[in-house]
């Protein structure tokens, strides 16, 4: 029922957006649909309530109705409000003026702070520090140990001891820090629930000990309504300072952001978005923004293709798009691409408007099979057919199907697909002319529709 | 402790929040909208998700209507009807007809998959059953060993490799093992991995049918472990791992915290996948077979 919340919301939006005069009906309609969409992705539904009292209220004001066109004004006011719930700019780490930085870090079990604490240390060390981890868990079997695999495994320093308490170890790790110089220090803490009163006041006495510059909680990105208590919980005992939402890699809108964000007020400051030791990367709140609300996520689609694609290509095929050119031979191209990139699904969840492309299209890039029978199918044509899949009459289609060793309903879903994508591409295209890409890429970030 | 006082008392901290808030709200007082519209809240405050939220209110407005019910009271029976149907689909144990019987537990990473596999392996034990524990989760660092330590507490067999081996060659060793040992129960635990990775869930289609192979009818169970605090992308979760081998029941953990597992209840509508057991803390013995009724009437008792 709502596995396309997403479309709808940006139905609703859309409809706002057409018209000249809002009625209060109008406003409701549209705050239901954003109320829906912000709960299915796991906003908590008290932050919920207080987010869409405060875009109604702006929605039935004054800059609104006295605007020619109020539909479009609400939407800006949507996002901009969710922009300025999640944070507006991206906040980095705090570093110590004098002595080594201490950073602690914190969660509950399963969030994944072990794997995060070695990936800041990569990441540290790439920004030309010299950090030391120190394993504080000494209650999960085996957590120790994994901590000191990782950090091995990227060569950098884990300091432990099995013998010792958390605070002591904590003590210790700070001590070879100042006096071996590393800096900053990230202390690995054990996972622990927010209402184990002992647990929590086992991390208030490592944060007497260490005095931390940091205190990072750890979020799984795809916690639920719960995520509130458990930060508020944290918040409360040790006072955070920043959240890392982990599993982003995962098809989570990551609606625990919001939720965490506005019951503690720290800013995430990254994200794990891989099982690699580089996957952790900088959060922006906008992006985030409009992956809670489904509509895309234009920027990390364009960095994400900049990263996998080959640039004169791209140009090439920016080219053919603009002036819908796309052929069979392209898409057989693109799809090779694609899957360098990762899921089509996936990127396709961050064009705008991809809730309207039909899920046959998005399903396609799941299966591998399914794509050597595309590129089997393609390669059987001629180089005419291809140019202009339109004289495929099913003579033709016979032979293609005899000729890939497939039956001539795969060729026909084939050339069906390939029409949709084309009309998605068309549909970009229109975007771009009316500057919303471009727009996008300077920043200055619209609702693309 | 007899199982459903361990049930219970895993449920008890919960209670406070969630349940307590539905016996207050089913006290007393007549039933209107704004009785429903505080019902919806509370269900999608405690995961239950929006769409499974609005059926079942949906449902209940209208059959409470039909049998023209005045009182909260008796709303409350329907519901706690209605909850327990739902957590009661798809409730038949396979069995194996021949031993071993095998378990496989899958998850994204971080549900409580090791933890519970040893959990799991005590409960056997404490049965009476020969138990063999399969390292699977060959990825992540020091799972191992940390299964090994498990196994250790809990007094079963452990059969490992070394890490970054292939889990299908592992499970092949197990299987054949387990037969020569004359082991009863197998329980496999495998590496964390999001339901979206295309390799990843390969990898795990292939163990499948490699115990599948070994031994027809195995694994007779696939029960997918999922953290009671994951939110509604728990669905896509269980969705995922069930078009890529048949999930055969879940595993709700860390039910000792304030979040309320409502989650199960959207999988249990949607898929039609029963929980068979819920972890309720980080001992051994924290594990107990899932009661739908009970849990239902949990929910809901003042």
């Known amino acids: 029922m709502f596995s396309n919340l997403a479309d709808k919301l940006q139905n609703t939006l859309k409809q706002l957006r057409g018209k000249g005069k809002l009625s209060e009906k109008d406003v409701d309609t549209a705050m239901r649909q954003i109320k829906l969409a912000l709960l299915e992705a796991d906003v908590n539904f008290k932050v919920v309530k207080d987010f869409i009292a405060s875009i109604r209220e702006r ?391 | 402790m007899s199982l459903v006082n361990q049930f219970k008392n895993g449920l008890a901290r919960s209670k406070t929040g969630f349940i307590g808030r539905l016996g207050k709200l089913f006290s007393s007082g007549e039933v209107n909208d704004e009785f429903y519209e505080e019902l919806e809240e509370i269900l999608i405050s405690g995961d239950v998700g929006v769409e499974t939220t609005l059926k079942l209110v949906g449902e209940l407005k209208e059959d409470a209507k039909n049998l023209k019910y005045q009182e909260r009271e008796q709303v409350k029976s329907l519901l706690l009807e209605k909850l327990t149907n739902l957590l009661t689909s798809g409730r038949e144990e396979p069995v194996a007809s021949e031993k071993p019987h095998v378990i496989l537990l899958v998850g994204v990473n971080g549900s409580g998959k090791t933890t519970s596999a040893a959990k799991l392996a005590n409960l056997y034990r404490t049965a009476g059953k020969n138990v063999l524990l399969v390292a699977g989760d060959t990825f992540r660092a020091a799972a191992i060993e940390q299964l090994e330590i498990w196994s250790e507490r809990a007094g079963v067999e452990l059969i490992k490799q070394q890490p970054g081996s292939d889990p299908s060659a592992l499970f092949f060793d197990a299987m054949n093992s387990a037969r020569a040992r004359d082991i009863d129960v197998v329980i496999g635990d495998t590496a964390g991995r999001l339901h979206n990775k295309f390799n990843l869930m390969e990898e795990l289609k292939k163990v499948y049918r490699v115990v599948g192979r070994c031994l027809e009818g195995a ?38 915290g304030t979040a309320r597992g409502g989650i199960v209840i959207s999988i249990g509508d949607s898929l039609g996948i029963p929980v068979r057991y819920i972890g309720t803390g980080e001992k051994m013995e924290d594990l107990a077979p899932f009661d739908p009724a009970l849990f239902a009437r949990a929910l809901l008792e003042t």
């Open chain 1, 59 to 449: 929605a039935v004001g004054e800059e609104v109705m006295s605007s020619l066109t109020p539909g479009q004004q609400v939407v800006k006011i949507v996002n901009e409000e969710m922009t300025r719930l999640m944070g507006e700019k991206q906040s980095g780490l705090a570093y110590a003026d004098k002595g080594p930085t201490a950073v602690m870090v914190v969660g509950l079990q399963g969030s994944g702070k072990t794997t995060t604490v070695v990936k800041l240390a990569a990441h540290l060390r790439r920004a030309g520090k010299n950090p030391l981890v120190v394993a504080a868990d000494i209650y999960r079997p085996g957590a120790v140990k994994q901590l000191e695999v990782l950090s091995e495994s990227i060569g950098e320093k884990c300091y432990s001891n099995e013998e010792a308490d958390p605070v002591d170890i904590c003590r210790e790790g700070l001590e070879l820090a100042g006096r071996d110089n590393y800096d900053p220090v990230i202390f690995d803490t054990a996972g622990r629930l927010h209402i184990d009163e002992d647990m929590m006041s086992e991390i208030a006495a490592i944060k007497k000990a260490v005095k931390p510059h940091e205190v990072l909680l750890v979020v799984d990105a795809m916690t639920g309504q719960d995520a509130v208590n458990a930060a508020a919980s944290f918040n409360e005992t040790v006072g955070l300072s920043g959240v890392i939402l982990t599993k982003l890699d995962g098809d989570t809108r990551g609606g625990a952001a919001l939720s965490v964000r506005a019951v503690t007020g720290c800013p995430v400051k990254f994200i794990g978005v891989g099982e690699k030791m580089e996957a952790l990367e900088p959060f922006y709140p906008d992006r985030m923004a409009s992956r809670i609300l489904g509509m895309g996520d234009v920027l990390s689609l364009i960095e994400k293709a900049e990263a996998s694609v080959d640039r004169d290509k791209a140009r090439e095929m920016e080219q053919k798009l603009r002036k819908q050119q796309f052929t069979l031979d392209d898409f057989k191209e693109q799809l090779g691409q694609l899957r360098s990139m990762g899921s089509l699904e996936d990127i396709m969840n961050m064009i705008p408007g991809a809730g309207s492309i039909p899920k046959e299209v998005k399903q396609m890039s799941l299966n591998e099979d399914h794509f050597s029978r595309v590129e089997a199918i393609i390669g059987s044509m001629t180089k005419k057919e291809k140019q202009d899949p339109s004289i495929l009459n099913s003579s033709r289609r016979r032979r293609i199907a005899l000729g890939s060793g497939t039956k001539v309903q795969d060729v026909n879903r084939l050339l069906n697909q390939f029409g949709q994508m084309q009309k998605m591409f068309r549909q970009m295209g229109t975007l771009d002319k009316k500057g919303a890409l471009k727009k996008l890429k300077k920043g200055k970030k619209g609702f693309p529709f």
């Open chain 2, 219 to 256: 694994p007779h169970q696939v029960l997918l472990v999922v953290d009671a605090t994951t939110g509604q992308n728990a669905v896509s979760q269980a969705r995922s791992f069930n078009e890529a081998l048949p999930v055969s029941g879940l595993i709700l953990t860390k039910l000792d």
